[in-house]
């Protein structure tokens, strides 16, 4: 198999000792297969046992390696190191503070996904003995484009509008509250209305469309926030028109 040298630029930061981030290079021979995490997992295994990053899955599925590579937010199990040139730049996610090196602090994610109750809500709870909530494929197929979210956080790392505001909400939360809403098994769309109709909700979102590039899932996050602003809408001109109908 062939085999190619890459210098890879790492971003260092080690809170205890440093007093900003700087880079690191490493030469490291890749195979021809390899993704960019592989190169780094090299790194970590042969020449610098200090460096610092998360990784779980290796399928892109878990969500936890995303990285930005030569300027894009990208799931590192899936960015080929073949379709890079032989320097390659990788720096943690960006719009987030560095825990340390390649690790990002998620808890502003973690506090605004849970803001927006991303879960089936019922006016009634559902005794276990009533048997499954089923719902046909039809009903299925509304919603889950927007379900195959793995919170893997690149989004967040490309929108422009949280890294100038980060009270918005973001394009993730905001796409499984959109999920969520459009849950035929769901009753909770007004409980979450608070948050996610409100100005740091969907409408501080200026539509620019990056979240949706550099989704790994094809979630489209920015359409689920735009659905979200017409749905928004017309429950807003509704209350004024039909003030007895329930939301």
Not at 69 to 81: D, T
Request: aromatic share 10%.
């Amino acid at each position: 198999m062939r085999e190619t040298i890459h210098q890879l630029e790492v971003l260092r930061y080690d809170p205890e000792t440093d007093t900003a981030p700087h880079f690191q290079t490493y030469a490291v021979t890749c195979q021809e297969d390899w993704v960019v995490l592989d190169a780094i997992n090299y790194v970590k295994e042969n020449l610098d046992r200090t460096l610092s990053y998360r990784w779980s899955c290796h399928m892109a599925v878990c969500g936890s390696c995303g990285m930005v590579v030569n300027g894009e937010p990208v799931l590192s199990c899936h960015a080929f190191v073949r379709d890079y040139p032989e320097k390659i730049r990788v720096e943690p996610l960006a719009n987030f503070p560095i825990e340390r090196d390649l690790v990002v602090a998620i808890d502003d994610f973690v506090e605004k996904l849970t803001s927006v109750k991303p879960y089936i809500i019922s006016a009634e709870e559902r005794p276990v003995e009533s048997g499954e909530n089923l719902q046909s494929p039809e009903q299925l197929a509304v919603f889950k484009q927007y379900a195959d979210c793995i919170n893997c956080l690149l989004c967040y790392s490309a929108c422009p509008q949280y890294a100038l505001n980060d009270s918005f909400i973001g394009p993730a939360a905001l796409a499984l509250a959109h999920r969520y809403n459009l849950d035929s098994r769901d009753e909770g769309r007004s409980a979450r209305a608070d948050v996610v109709a409100s100005n740091p909700g969907i409408w501080e979102c200026s539509f620019v469309g990056a979240c949706s590039e550099v989704c790994p899932k094809d979630v489209d996050p920015a359409a689920a926030i735009q659905q979200t602003k017409i749905a928004s809408t017309v429950d807003y001109f509704m209350r004024f028109l039909m003030p007895w109908r329930k939301q």
